[in-house]
């Protein structure tokens, strides 16, 4: 998807500036306003491919070039990416890295500053609401809870594109409250580990998974650590929606049903319609 370019020409051998922008969990009006002002104002967005497509249309004016990277899918190679992004600073003003959830939570932004200002390219980063942050408020149950959780964990077993291979180890964080990012393929796993390693977990400890926080499409899985560790998800999840699993006795709410399905509906709305 492309457009005209904005109309800020390069007048001299300055290099543009390049924002790494978080996007948020989903929903268009959960951009920052710092970052929905960064797009209006681009001459050129390289965005991931969980970005909503509707938040785009705050960009009408940049040339738009998507840059994302999902697991078992063609992608954008790291190193091609930050190529990119310095080649785009020759040319440009104002450059987006437009990013799912926050930049500096498990997007790699490291390596994208590292090669820019290896270059002499001034960076910047916009953050933005992380999916475990929606996904609490979305159900409404706070991942702290005096007396009973005093720490969250945020975790992923996606290295390098890839989830642990059969066999390899887990390796169990020693927080109250555990939130593990792109974890679906390893659920069974995650939960069977955790029931006969941690000192925090067992089988009842509560679980919510959810997935496209945030979003029209946002589902929720309620139930418990042993029924996960069953594989009770499994045919659940569905592969096209980013799944979020919340895990600590901070989210047990027993006026809740077990195994629970259910569809959230919209959170947010475009910021067009916000007026």
């Known amino acids: 998807m492309t457009t005209a370019p904005a109309n800020h020409h ?36 390289f965005y991931d491919a969980l970005v ?5 249309t705050l960009c009408p004016q940049a040339e738009k070039i998507e840059v994302g990277k999902r697991c078992g899918k063609l992608s954008s190679a790291q190193q091609f990416i930050n190529k990119r992004l310095v080649d785009a600073a020759q040319k440009h003003q104002v450059i987006v890295r437009l990013k799912g959830g926050d930049p500096m939570l498990f997007g790699r932004a490291d ?15 916009v953050p933005g609401i992380t999916a475990a942050l929606a996904g609490a408020a979305s159900i409404q ?29 887990i390796s169990n964080p020693s927080a109250d409250t555990l939130v593990y990012y792109m974890g ?7 939960a069977q ?18 997935e496209a926080v945030s979003t029209p499409r946002e589902r929720l ?14 045919q659940w999840f569905d592969s096209a929606s980013p799944a979020l699993i919340m895990i600590g006795e901070a989210l047990r709410n027993s006026g809740r049903a077990t195994t629970v399905d259910t569809f959230q509906g919209q959170i947010g709305k ?5 007026a």
Do not use: C
Not at 193 to 210: F, R
């Open 141 to 169: 149950q706070s991942l702290t809870l005096r007396g009973v959780s005093r720490s969250v964990a945020f975790i992923t077993l996606a290295q390098g594109g890839e989830n642990l291979a059969p066999g390899q180890p």
């Open 193 to 210: 580990q955790l029931i006969e390693q941690s000192p925090n977990q067992h089988g009842d400890t509560p679980v919510e998974i959810l």
């Open 10 to 45: 390069k007048t001299s051998n300055t290099l543009g500036k390049v924002y790494l922008v978080g996007a948020g969990p989903g929903a268009v009006d959960l951009i920052t306003v710092r970052g929905a002002k960064l797009l209006e104002q681009a001459d050129i967005v």
């Open 221 to 234: 899985w309620t139930s418990t650590l042993q029924e996960l560790a069953a594989g009770k998800a499994d």
């Open 111 to 125: 390596e994208e500053i590292q090669a820019l200002k290896a270059a002499g390219i001034e960076v910047q980063v």
């Open 270 to 274: 475009p910021l067009r319609n916000l």
């Open 184 to 190: 679906r393929k390893d659920a069974a796993r995650i």
């Open 52 to 56: 909503d497509p509707e938040m785009l």
